[in-house]
Each structure stands twice: as structure tokens, then as C-alpha cells.
């Protein structure tokens, strides 16, 4: 069976090269036309190159044509069917949509630009302090509170308070409980890119300016820098001390302590002590393994002493706040090369706040073409909602949600209304007027980025013929997975009634060259345990579909039954126990079986004992049989001059 991608055509990187030769004229004829649907020759051009690069040999075009109208003719069932309108097949196909049309709304110059900004980043770090207060609260509004830290700001310039000390007053880091205010080196991409910008770019012994983010606003003190300590590779063996009492902490060094002593005299390996030992999950099953990991990426004891380490090199055991560790160095590197991290930098890129950035650059030429209609009255109208209450909600979210004529935005004709605004609101709490308008707004500003998007994708579905094809390929293809699946295989794979009618009308195909044993097989912990089993099972009706159940139900993990199928030097156990003793049984957790419900069978009694042989060919006969049946009920229409024109 043809797995869903492959048939959807999920071939993206050939659609460039493929396409070259293939560019639309003004005049595309119609080369032929499919159950009421006209292929122009462009894209059969397309599909019909597109193939043949797929495929070992080049395929002759009758036998090609042969092939694509039958594919066409399955869709067309699908579009009666209206599977096309099922959420499952919307949902899927909208995100390969926006997949496919990525490449296109990329900004590449500004991507290049973001990461070679990271990259010149990454080769040093920057030392910070950092204080942080809420957007608004129920005392303050959001110009209060970037006044109250202005203020803060003058205090420490003036060396009239301490920085420390304010951040542990006033800052709602939850990080400030922990390092008062010092968050350390902050390394780069590790933050969100606005913050980062201020801390990179903030001089030595400075302090930024006052700063608002969507997590409120900031004060940042950088107090010098270092050059970046590149990766190191290491594992570790952790013991967890975590919310312990002291007498599990005292035994918990004792045992890093004696596993320490084992290592450093070399009575065991590191590896095999880990997988045994280590605490971690994560790792411990990988031998303790954490891979490559640069500054910043561990808690501070631990990055430490994982950096004073060379190649081959073990520590002492270390404590942090989740217990104690030893940890061995397997490698040390720099800084990787721009060309080999690429990639994974340009990755990083499409997250958080620089994935914004980025779809904002590439939208701007469709932001341009699309420009976005806000409607301000409906801005205004939530504003005297939320003031009546002084804060955002459920009550107010659902009142605003029931204004659902009321326009908010239109971008391309389309357009949300107030109503669909409020009910994204009604997802979020706020303790004051001006926090729900920033919502609010917020909530719109994503509307218009995604909305604009819808329009690019429409633009260019209209004006890319390479990204029109290959949605047409997905498109279609998924229809025609579909459509196959309900039609054929699904059907097929369930319908064992229909495949006992073809196996007892094509007996002949499914001869055996031997004989097989057909029934039950038992295996159990010791003999007796078998002996008891096998005669439970003989001497009870116990329906086939219930044997599993019923014997552990009676026997828990000690036995177990499974149904066998073999000839003699096929399955060792078989063997053993039904072609007397042929191969010795394997040894192992089950020592003793017994055969039940069984016996040697020459040949094939019932489509079962050959389902997978007999699956595929009833699928084919099915397959074969509904084809005809589409090839009757829609018409084919092959226009063989312009068939001519296929190179």
C-alpha cells in the first residue's frame, strides 16, 4: 500500500529543477480532461518530467497517460465523496499549504543577516544583571511602572542604591530568588532576541536603558565579557539528592563517593557504571551520555567543572541542586564554522520572537499589496467594555465574544469579526484595563500576520505555477490516498469474508511445498507450569479471541499463548515441539511449551493461514474491479494533438 506522502508527491526540492523547462506561455491547451476537470499541458508537462526523474527508467507516455488518468479518476470519486471537506483532510492539507509556501515568504537577505548577527554572537558571552518588573499591575499602569524603574534606573547611576538589592526588592524574575539579580554569562540564542539585542549591545559596565518586552520591563547591567569556552562532550553519573532528607543525602554521597573510588581505580567502565547507576533517565540509559553542550546550557557547578575538564579527564564528585554528579570528559571544540552549524542556527530562527521578525520581513511585499483594514470603532467598543469592570473577564470576554458582526480586521476581502477576537481574549485573564487593549491588540496583530499569509499563499497558488503544481500534486494525492484507502486497502485488509470467497476460488495459487503445524503454541516458566496450562486449555471451550486473556487472567506473567503457523525449519519451538524435537528449543526466560489446539495441516485450509498472500491479491482484484467501474461512470476526454507537444 502506498503510503500517504509518497502518493501526495511530497517531493519539494525537485520542484525547482523540474520546473525549469516547464514555464507557462500565455496559451496552455487543455491536454486532456478528467471527469469534468481540464489538465493544461504545462502541468501534465510537469508531472509527466517529475515522474520520470522518480523512476528508474523512463516510462513511455501512453503508459504514463494510462496511468495519470486512472490516478485522476480515483480523485474524481474523492471530490464527489466530498472528502475533501472533511476537517481530518482540511487541517492536513492546509498545513502542507503553508509548508509548500514557506520558501517563498522567507526574507532570505534578512535571515542571512539574523544569523551571521547569532553567529558573531556565539564567540563570546556577556556577564549580566538583570531587574525586571511587571508590564502594569492593579497600582500601577504600564507608564507608571517604566517610571517606577527609571527611577531605579537614576538610584543606581547616582550610586544611591545598590543593584542587588533593588532587584532583590523589586524585580519579578523568578530567577532573582536563586542569583539576586546576576543572571551570569548569557550566551547567545538563548534568549528572546529582544532582550538579547540590549544585553549585546549594551557597553561594559553600563546600564541599558529602560526596555519594555511582552514579559514586562527591563534594566540590564552588563558588566564585562569573556570569549566563548566553544562545546564540550561529556557524560555524568548523577545520584538525585532533590527535596531529600539528610540521612537519603548522606547515603546518596556515600554511594557517589564508593562509585568514584571504583572508577578511579579503574574496577569498572563509565559507561557501563552509568547505565547502572546514574539517576538520570535521560541519560543514564546512554551511558551517561549529554552530548555536545556550550556555556550557559547547564547549571552553573556543573557547566564549571564540565569546563575544567580535558579530554579523558574525570571529575571529582560535584554537587548542584538536583544531587551529586561525576563527570567525564570525552571531547573538547570551538566554535564550529558558519557552513556546518548553519542550519541548525537558521532553525533556531524560525521560534519565538525572530520567527516574528522574520514572517513580518517576508509579508511586508504582501502587507503592501494586502494592506489591512482596523476597524477602530471595534477597538473602541471593547475598551468601554472592559473599562465597566476595570479588568478583562469571562464575563467580559464572552460578552465581547458575542459581538459577531461587528468587523475587527479585513485583509483581501476577508474578514474577522469582533466576535472571534474576544473569544481568543476569553483565554487569557487580566487584572486592568490597559493589560486587556494590549491583548487585544496583540491578538490582532497576529489576525493580520496570519491573515496576510492566507493572502500570499492565494497570490501565489495564482502567479507560482511551481507552487500551484506541487499544492495540485498534494492535493490530489491525498484525495487519491483516501479515496484508495476507504475504497480498496482498508476494505480489503477487514473484509475477511470476501478474501475466504477469493482464497476458496483461487486455492491453486496458494499451495504450500510442506507441510506446517497450525494451532496454538504455550510457553511457560517450568514444566509443570505448561503441563497445567495445556491441560486447562484442552479441557475448557475457550473461545480462540479469549485464550490471551483467559490464561493470564489464571497464570499472570508465567505463561503465555500465542498462535503458531510453521513448517518444519522455521521456528526452532515448532520444531521442537511439533516435528519431534527437529531443533532443540531456544533457552531463555521460557524453558517449557506445549502445542494446544493444533495439528499438521499439508496445505492452506482457510484464507487465514495465507492472509498476507491473499490480502494482496484480493486488493488487487478490488482495485481492479472499482477502476472499471470509474472508467464507465466518468468520462475521459484525451486531446492527442496537443499530447503530441509532451517531451
Known amino acids: 500500500m502506498l503510503h500517504k506522502k509518497f502518493a501526495a508527491g511530497i517531493l519539494a526540492a525537485l520542484a525547482a529543477g523540474t520546473f525549469a523547462s516547464v514555464m507557462v506561455n500565455a496559451k496552455d491547451p487543455v491536454v486532456m480532461t ?6 493544461p499541458l504545462s502541468e501534465f508537462q510537469y508531472l509527466y518530467n517529475k515522474n520520470n526523474i ?9 503508459d504514463y497517460v494510462k496511468s495519470f488518468v486512472d490516478y485522476k479518476l480515483r480523485v474524481a470519486q474523492a471530490l464527489e465523496e466530498r472528502l475533501d471537506t472533511l476537517p481530518a483532510y482540511k487541517k492536513e492539507f492546509e498545513q502542507h499549504r503553508s509548508d509548500l509556501a514557506e520558501q517563498y515568504l522567507v526574507d532570505s537577505v534578512a535571515l542571512d543577516s539574523m544569523v551571521r548577527v547569532v553567529y558573531d554572537r556565539m564567540h563570546y558571552n556577556v556577564d549580566t544583571d538583570h531587574l525586571m518588573l511587571s508590564l502594569s499591575d492593579a497600582d500601577h499602569t504600564t507608564a507608571q511602572q517604566q517610571a517606577r524603574l527609571d ?8 550610586g544611591k542604591a545598590d543593584f542587588y538589592e533593588l532587584a532583590k526588592q523589586h524585580s519579578i524574575d523568578p530567577s532573582v530568588k536563586a542569583n539576586g539579580g546576576h543572571i551570569g554569562y548569557v550566551v547567545a540564542n538563548t534568549f528572546p532576541a529582544q532582550f538579547e539585542d540590549m544585553v549585546f549591545n549594551t557597553p561594559d559596565g553600563q546600564l541599558s536603558p529602560v526596555f519594555r ?16 569556552v566553544g562545546e564540550v562532550k561529556a557524560s555524568h553519573i548523577l545520584k538525585l539528592t532533590r527535596n531529600a532528607n539528610d540521612e537519603i543525602k548522606a547515603k546518596k554521597k556515600h554511594q557517589i563517593d564508593s562509585i568514584y573510588k571504583a572508577l578511579s581505580e579503574h574496577r569498572t567502565s563509565f559507561a557501563a557504571t552509568a547505565q547502572r ?8 540509559r546512554n551511558g551517561g551520555s549529554l552530548g555536545w553542550f556550550g556555556s550557559g546550557r547547564m547549571v552553573p557547578q556543573f557547566e564549571q567543572a564540565a569546563f ?17 554528579h561525576i563527570i567525564f570528559c570525552e571531547d573538547r571544540r570551538g566554535i564550529a564554522p558558519l557552513d556546518s552549524i548553519r542550519q541548525n542556527i537558521e532553525s533556531s530562527m524560525h521560534q519565538g520572537e525572530r520567527a516574528e521578525l522574520l514572517q513580518d520581513r517576508g509579508l511586508a511585499p504582501f502587507a503592501k499589496r494586502y494592506p ?8 473602541d467598543s471593547v475598551f468601554a467594555i472592559v473599562t465597566r469592570t476595570g479588568k478583562l473577564t469571562p464575563e467580559v470576554s464572552n460578552l465581547i465574544a458575542s459581538y459577531t458582526k461587528i468587523p475587527a480586521i479585513t485583509v483581501n476581502g476577508k474578514t474577522v469579526s469582533l466576535g472571534e477576537i474576544g473569544t481568543q481574549m476569553s483565554r487569557s485573564r487580566t487584572s486592568n484595563v490597559e493589560s486587556a487593549m494590549e491583548l487585544y491588540d496583540l491578538i490582532l496583530a497576529n489576525q493580520r500576520r496570519s491573515m496576510t499569509r492566507d493572502a500570499a499563499m492565494q497570490w501565489l497558488e495564482k502567479n507560482e505555477p511551481a507552487y500551484r503544481y506541487l499544492l495540485n500534486e498534494y492535493r490530489d494525492g491525498m484525495l487519491y490516498f483516501d479515496i484508495s484507502t476507504n475504497k480498496v486497502w482498508d476494505y480489503a485488509n477487514k473484509d475477511t469474508e470476501g478474501q475466504q470467497k477469493y482464497f476458496q476460488s483461487h486455492r491453486n495459487k496458494y499451495l504450500w511445498n510442506a507441510p506446517k503445524y497450525k494451532g496454538y503454541l504455550i510457553s511457560a516458566v517450568n514444566d509443570s507450569l505448561a503441563s497445567v496450562a495445556a491441560n486447562y486449555v484442552n479441557t475448557n471451550n475457550i473461545p480462540t479471541d479469549s485464550l490471551v486473556r483467559k490464561l493470564r ?4 506473567n508465567d505463561v503465555k499463548i500465542e498462535r503458531a503457523l510453521a513448517a518444519k525449519g522455521e521456528n526452532p519451538v515448532i520444531d521442537y515441539v511439533a516435528f519431534n524435537g527437529f531443533r532443540p528449543a531456544p533457552i531463555g526466560r521460557w524453558s517449557a511449551f506445549r502445542p494446544v489446539l493444533g495439528k499438521i495441516i499439508e496445505q492452506p485450509e482457510d484464507a487465514s493461514d495465507v492472509r498476507g498472500a491473499v490480502s494482496v491479491d484480493y486488493q488487487k482484484e478490488l482495485e481492479a474491479k472499482w477502476l472499471e467501474e470509474l472508467r464507465a461512470k466518468y468520462p475521459v476526454k484525451i486531446n492527442a494533438k496537443v499530447l503530441k507537444k509532451v517531451k
Request: hydrophobic share 30%; aromatic share 6%; net charge positive.
Open 308 to 324: 575544567a575538564l580535558q579530554p579523558g579527564e574525570m571529575s571529582k564528585p560535584i554537587a548542584t541542586d538536583y544531587g551529586w
Open 34 to 39: 478528467v471527469a469534468g476537470h481540464d489538465v
Open 372 to 379: 489591512a483594514k482596523i476597524n477602530a470603532t471595534a477597538r
Open 151 to 158: 527611577s531605579l534606573r537614576t538610584l543606581i547611576t547616582n
Open 277 to 284: 547507576e546514574s539517576e538520570d533517565p535521560g541519560s543514564g
Open 553 to 556: 487472567t489464571q497464570f499472570g
Open 54 to 62: 522518480q523512476q528508474q527508467s523512463k516510462q513511455s507516455i501512453d
Open 213 to 228: 518586552t511582552r514579559y514586562g520591563w527591563h534594566l540590564i547591567r552588563v558588566n564585562g565579557r569573556r570569549n566563548d
